[in-house]
């Protein structure tokens, strides 16, 4: 796990069968599921871009000590530079500050199901932006995983008459998702891992500053044990590890078969409300795997 953490993109090579990193994909999904549990605890004592700036913050300079520990802090080039900014800016700020800032109206389940398109549309846009080849398998895995993903959520869906601003500021952060995950098979940036996600995470964080100070108040930041928890676990588990663990998959795998892996994080983020938040949860909510697991199953088959 250490070595792919530490793996430069220079230096990543195409999947071939039987290659796909398990084990850094399993660790990336509980990390990544167990984020919005997280994230409901820290809210509750502060407001979304302030908690996002802070977090990015800090998560970006410690990534970047990282690099400077393990040897991959070396100059980037300007353009390089601004490339990685851009990223995080579409990966951290907009991803997450327009999802985070949606769920203030619209429901958790509602933004699970929206954000868990995200799969079916990188595999419909990785063709003709990275060349990538959707077959038949890959197409009815990638449905599979949407139907699963449906059918996990479907009690919380019943009925219900979600805000239209709140739902659109999450369809703006999971195009930011789309957008940066495509644009980083794209342009392949060469800096290490830790330095590529340190500079995207100061990035964003930048970028969220000005609209975190203008929308929000420091008077509504409450000071407790549970929120310094939160966050860092947020920082060190979520916006380092998974990120990096998430870029790292990426340098191994297609776009489209390391985005089926986010049908998990529905299932699996119910898992944690339960076992975290004491959400209720019923046994038919979990039926929805079967088809996710097929889905996941086809879409990265000989990927």
Same mark, same amino acid.
């Given at each position: 796990?250490?070595?792919?953490?530490?793996?430069?993109?220079?230096?990543?090579?195409?999947?071939?069968?039987?290659?796909?990193?398990?084990?850094?994909?399993?660790?990336?999904?509980?990390?990544?599921?167990?984020?919005?549990?997280?994230?409901?605890?820290?809210?509750?004592?502060?407001?979304?871009?302030?908690?996002?700036?802070?977090?990015?913050?800090?998560?970006?300079?410690?990534?970047?000590?990282?690099?400077?520990?393990?040897?991959?802090?070396?100059?980037?080039?300007?353009?390089?530079?601004?490339?990685?900014?851009?990223?995080?800016?579409?990966?951290?700020?907009?991803?997450?500050?327009?999802?985070?800032?949606?769920?203030?109206?619209?429901?958790?389940?509602?933004? $699970?199901? #929206?954000?868990?398109?995200? +799969?079916? @549309?990188?595999? !419909?846009?990785?063709?003709? &932006? %990275? *060349? /990538?080849?959707?077959?038949?398998?890959?197409?009815?895995?990638?449905?599979?995983?949407?139907?699963?993903?449906?059918?996990?959520?479907?009690?919380?869906?019943?009925?219900?008459?979600?805000?239209?601003?709140?739902?659109?500021?999450?369809?703006?952060?999971?195009?930011?998702?789309?957008?940066?995950?495509?644009?980083?098979?794209?342009?392949?940036?060469?800096?290490?891992?830790?330095?590529?996600?340190?500079?995207?995470?100061?990035?964003?964080?930048?970028?969220?500053?000005?609209?975190?100070?203008?929308?929000?108040?420091?008077?509504?930041?409450?000071?407790?044990?549970?929120?310094?928890?939160?966050?860092?676990?947020?920082?060190?588990?979520?916006?380092?590890?998974?990120?990096?663990?998430?870029?790292?998959?990426?340098?191994?795998?297609?776009?489209?078969?390391? $985005?089926? #892996?986010?049908?998990?994080? +529905?299932? @699996?983020?119910? !898992?944690?409300?339960?076992? &975290? %938040? *004491? /959400?209720?949860?019923?046994?038919?909510?979990?039926?929805?795997?079967?088809?996710?697991?097929?889905?996941?199953?086809?879409?990265?088959?000989?990927?």
């Amino acid at each position: 796990m250490k070595s792919s953490l530490a793996l430069p993109a220079a230096a990543a090579t195409p999947t071939t069968a039987g290659s796909t990193p398990w084990g850094s994909i399993a660790l990336f999904c509980v990390l990544w599921s167990s984020a919005f549990a997280a994230a409901k605890i820290a809210l509750r004592d502060c407001p979304p871009l302030t908690l996002l700036t802070v977090r990015f913050l800090i998560a970006g300079v410690l990534m970047l000590g990282m690099a400077a520990v393990t040897g991959g802090l070396r100059r980037i080039p300007p353009r390089e530079l601004l490339c990685l900014a851009g990223l995080g800016v579409l990966n951290n700020a907009m991803y997450l500050g327009f999802s985070w800032t949606g769920m203030e109206t619209v429901s958790s389940a509602f933004t $699970s199901v #929206l954000v868990s398109t995200n +799969p079916l @549309l990188i595999g !419909l846009l990785a063709g003709p &932006v %990275l *060349g /990538e080849r959707l077959g038949w398998r890959k197409l009815a895995g990638l449905c599979l995983g949407l139907l699963g993903v449906v059918l996990v959520l479907r009690s919380r869906l019943t009925g219900m008459q979600e805000d239209l601003q709140g739902t659109l500021y999450v369809a703006i952060g999971l195009l930011g998702l789309v957008a940066g995950t495509l644009a980083y098979k794209r342009l392949k940036p060469r800096a290490s891992l830790w330095s590529a996600t340190g500079v995207q995470a100061l990035a964003g964080s930048l970028a969220l500053m000005p609209f975190a100070l203008h929308y929000e108040s420091i008077e509504q930041v409450r000071l407790t044990a549970s929120l310094f928890g939160s966050v860092a676990y947020s920082i060190v588990l979520v916006s380092m590890g998974c990120y990096a663990l998430w870029f790292s998959i990426l340098n191994r795998t297609s776009a489209t078969s390391a $985005s089926a #892996l986010h049908f998990l994080m +529905p299932p @699996l983020g119910l !898992l944690f409300g339960w076992a &975290v %938040l *004491g /959400e209720a949860v019923s046994w038919l909510d979990m039926v929805g795997i079967v088809p996710i697991a097929l889905g996941i199953w086809l879409a990265t088959r000989n990927a």
